[in-house]
């Protein structure tokens, strides 16, 4: 752990950034609390993770430019607390309705589709972010970042198209019924 922690704090002070960094145990990589303005990371989940990526990345190289990644939501702060009330109202409908019950009504997911597109168009932004940080400060070697980038955005990706394809068929199987 104090490894990784060491690693986020040099990206940080490389960058000239100061953004407060906790170990938790959530089963999240990494990711970036922009209501209280902190890096949270969970060492056993960014060994697992590392499993996935393709050999060669190493750590160092996988926790820097992740670092650099959640550095670019809190370059985007004020967008994501622009969504925050959007973000409530979905997740307070969501809370009303059991998993099943969003998958097979098309307005509630809708509802999801609408969230997953928010989500991804803050983790570009953040990567998009994050690379202009990398491009200023070389802290991870150009196509190794680009690795570890593509493989960040496609589990976003990934989950926007799997609901996509339900939300298909789902208006599909009740355009033959009316």
Known sequence: MTTIKKLIEDTLFAVGMDVEIKHEQC???MSYNFILHYIGFDAK???TAMKAIKPGVTLEQYVKAFTLHELGHALDRDALFGS???TMEVYDIKCG???EERYSNPELLALL???HAMNLEFEETAWNNAEKLNRMYG?????VFEQIKRHGLMTYQQAYQK???IYEKLLSAQSEIA
Request: net charge neutral.
């Open 45 to 47: 989940r960014i060994q």
């Open 163 to 165: 609901d996509l394809k």
């Open 113 to 115: 589709l609408e969230e």
């Open 27 to 29: 089963g999240i990589n």
């Open 139 to 143: 802290i991870v070697e150009w196509n």
């Open 97 to 99: 309705y059991s998993k």
């Open 84 to 86: 925050l009330t959007r």
